[in-house]
């Protein structure tokens, strides 16, 4: 194999790797849900709409999503094992069905960890970098887990 | 954002500078109104009465090998209106109405129905109450048939199309409607368990039927004899894989098809009494199958119809001496496969497979009868416009299905075959609004 053939292989993985790579996530909630961590199997419970009350509370859960794809976002649903677009054809057959609402979307990482603060029961998603100390953080979600 | 959530205050705050100087005293009304019902919506949970529904106009041509049968036609195929109003986080009621065919009262066209009226309590996900006008939980598709928005189809697998109720006995498949039901599902390993059981009337012991036969002005729609329609589901759900088997119970007015005699002819039950062709007991039992695989999908279902059928003595023996029987067996199946080509586009292929087989040995026939429909489809479906958040709002789709009917008589009096082939080609733009 030639050295110039490697080097195109070696090119290629290393394009793929940056492709699939995921930002480091963290899954935020309001600072008094009754919870202090959330397995995978619970986080998709809430988020498909199985599950609309807090664990042993009558607190509603308050689920936040993003609204622009990106590699929060991506890496928020490669975890959960599902892509955005079947968790939109999800929520529009719950809300079709009166099963209840799709989850509140936002602009910003900002916007969405500004309305978990405010908001009791709610529960989003953000870069671990933007995460304030007003929120807590149920689990933390790493580069390509899932 | 998703339909449904807009302020209250947006609706009430038009623009027009000739409406702000004019109407100003009314907007403080409103105003005031609006926030004292903020106030009384925060603190019970409620939220504002949502409104939102859907519509998929259509263009099809068929072409059949019977020259009388080929058609172009343009329609509003299906329009519905929801109305959504959430108490608390429990309780939560919904009206669904539905209009068919280009539904006109003065041309007489289509249908107006109201398809659903239900007050819902969701104690959790182990347990939902719903009281009043729905459709049944009934393998995959019964409960979304209606939705067109999320359905790929122009034509839904036959059984399942309501705008082709006139052609196909609909109800004879599938659970309409019920009107109490409990569901949940409950955690089960890495699975979960989903569960349905519902009551409703028999939706045709009484039935304009009765009327025009017995002049008795019963009121229609209405349930006076004490047979229920029973039914239920139990599901499960694993990742993308969801399997599931589905059964009801019912009373049907089945043989009254045997007693209208047809034209120039004589009925294969002429000189029956009333309650000797009344609630026959009919079984549905059905099955489920669906799973995705990255851009793979599947969907199928196999739904057989039973009746227990007792033909009254009253009629006499056969010619050979035994008793008079009549038996039906009614079966639907179809499986859909698709492939999701990208966030807009989804490509399709299908088949449907819908058959009547009747044996009936009255004295005044003796005769096998087999009625089967195949349908092999393929369409696509695209999403031409989504809305911030994602949600498609108006859809395309195409549809293309070329559709066998055999029709075929094994008689003692006579033979009689007919074969007819349809060529359906469809187009539809589907709007959420």
Redesign the interface.
Known sequence: MSLRFKKEIVMVVLLCCVTTATAQVAVVAHKDVPIESISKDQLLDFYIGDIQAWPSSELEIVVCDLREKGDVKDGFYQYLGKSSSRMRSIWLKRKLAGEGNPPLFFQSEEALLQHVIDTPGAIGFVHLSKVTGTVKVLIEIDDGEG | ??F??RSWLSWLLPSHPFFCKVHLSTLILCCVLWSCGAEVLAQS?ETPLQTFG?FQVTFRHDDSTEEQDRANSSSVQQLNL?F?KTFS?EW?A?INFELLNNFSSSRRWGSFDLDEA?V?Y?A??RLTLKAGLQVPIFNHLN??KN?T??LPYVIRPLIYEESFSEFVNVEEFIPERAFFQANG?F?LK?A?LDYAAYLGNSPNINSQFDNQRTGIARQTGVDTTTTVLVGGRIGLRM?ELKVGISSTRESDNFLRTFVEPPEGGVSLLQGISEENIRGVPKTRIGADLSF?YRKFSLESEVIAVLYNIDVPTELGLLPDGSEPHIDIDRLFYYGTLGF?VD?RLFLYGSYWFTQEASEIRVPVQVADEDLTIKVFSVGARYSVLQD?????RITMKAQYAFVPINFQIDGEMFDFTSRQEVHFFGLAISVLF
């Open positions: 954002m998703f449904g959530r949970q859907y929801i959504q986080r939560l919904f239900w819902r969701r959790d996900q409960e979304i939705r928005p999320l599902s955690p890495n979960r990742d995705r999701e966030e911030d958040d994602g949600f498609d």
